[in-house]
């Protein structure tokens, strides 16, 4: 039961570099992890970023490692989607989730299932 408020959506250029920030509110004492995720048209909604909050554990998309950086600030239950070197087909709606630690045995953690609650989305369009 969190409560996610996003920022930093836009329109850039291929190239170009773009932040995304996402606040957690509300019952936070359960919340152990989160990420961005994203959704094309046409396409399903896609694991892109995570991280745990208790221990130095990420998780990053073949398609944007290398280029996008997830990071986190614990005091301000906050985290942040550092985007370098965007291209076309990064454009979508991105989606920040928060869930607790729980147990993922039967999938990755980083999976959709694993996370409980989401923010509205932000819409992230790269020209070429």
């Known amino acids: 039961q969190v409560q996610l408020v996003e920022s930093g959506g836009g329109l850039v250029q291929a190239g170009d570099s773009l932040r995304l920030s996402c606040t957690a509110s509300?019952?936070?004492?359960?919340?152990?992890?989160m990420g961005w995720f994203r959704q094309a048209p046409g396409k399903e909604r896609e694991s892109v970023a995570a991280?745990?909050?208790?221990?130095?554990?990420?998780y990053y998309a073949d398609s944007v490692k290398g280029r996008f950086t997830i990071s986190r600030d614990n005091a301000k239950n906050t985290v942040y989607l550092q985007m370098n070197s965007l291209r076309p087909e990064d454009t979508a709606v991105y989606y920040c989730?928060?869930?607790?630690?729980?147990?993922?045995?039967?999938?990755?953690?980083?999976?959709?299932?694993?996370?409980?609650?989401w923010g509205q989305g932000t819409q992230v369009t790269v020209s070429s």
């Open positions: 989730a928060a869930g607790p630690a729980g147990r993922f045995a039967s999938s990755p953690w980083y999976k959709r299932e694993n996370f409980d609650s």
């Open positions: 509300g019952r936070t004492f359960s919340t152990n992890k």
């Open positions: 991280i745990w909050f208790s221990v130095d554990t990420t």
